[in-house]
């Protein structure tokens, strides 16, 4: 069984802190990982995708994947309120289907 | 680029009739699309994947008779609900992704149907 596994939260984090969210699998062979951010009442949206270990940077946003440990994480720098949402990770293994943790909720207060 | 559409976005239907919801990847060929079901704060749960001009891939549990999947095109997936109950209600939501080489295997989500069953 493959297994993502997320804290389900909630974080909660002051306006303008760092944000950490994290992630495990336990498929070793996975290539590909993703972060996903989803608001409620809403289907999820991309935020980034990692293939390589190491750090991957996008705007306020950074993944970081170590396959050595089987672990991925999302950092969200200068959080803002409207990054509340519940962030999803996302591995592919080798069959390329997809298995997604349960979700880390995020709470940004001002 | 990668835009996924679905529709329609609600449908308020009678308890066993059949509701049909409609994925289309606009501006990407998606070989592969996905069908998920959400309940009020849960995760997302993973019904069938298809590929195109393939018969679906159910996940255990998940009943192949009453969901329907037909993904005839690149570019279309119909789930449809059959006979639906109150039970049935919930969020539906479709992914799509290209051929399966390593930089295209990123799935892309639709706006998600609700369906509520009377």
């Known amino acids: 069984q493959k297994e993502v596994e997320q804290n389900s939260g909630p974080l909660s984090v002051p306006e303008g802190a760092i944000a950490s969210l994290n992630c495990t699998y336990s498929?070793?062979?996975?290539?590909?990982f993703f972060w996903y951010r989803q608001y409620s009442g809403k289907s999820p949206e991309l935020i980034m995708s990692?293939?390589?270990?190491g750090d991957k940077e996008d705007g306020r946003f950074t993944a970081q994947l170590n396959k050595a440990s089987q672990y991925v994480s999302l950092l969200i720098r200068d959080s803002q309120p409207s990054d509340s949402a519940t962030y999803l990770c996302?591995?592919?293994?080798?069959?390329?289907?997809?298995?997604f943790g349960r979700g880390t909720s995020l709470i940004v207060h001002p | 680029g990668a835009v996924v559409s679905q529709h329609p976005s609600w449908v308020i239907c009678k308890s066993g009739t059949s509701v049909k919801i409609e994925c289309r990847s606009l501006?990407?060929?998606?070989?592969?699309m996905f069908w998920y079901r959400q309940f009020p704060k849960q995760s997302l749960m993973l019904m069938a994947t298809?590929?195109?001009?393939?018969?679906?891939?159910?996940e255990q549990g998940v009943e192949k008779d009453k969901f329907l999947i037909n993904h005839a095109s690149l570019t279309l997936s119909t789930l449809t609900v059959t006979s639906a109950h109150p039970e049935d209600s919930s969020f539906y939501i479709c992914?799509?992704?290209?051929?399966?080489?390593?930089?295209?295997?990123?799935?892309?989500f639709g706006p998600g149907t609700r369906l509520t069953v009377l």
């Open positions: 992914s799509a992704r290209g051929p399966p080489v390593r930089v295209a295997d990123t799935q892309y």
């Open positions: 498929d070793r062979v996975s290539q590909s």
């Open positions: 990692i293939y390589s270990n």
């Open positions: 996302a591995v592919n293994g080798g069959s390329y289907i997809p298995t």
């Open positions: 501006d990407f060929q998606a070989t592969t």
């Open positions: 298809s590929n195109e001009g393939s018969k679906a891939t159910y």
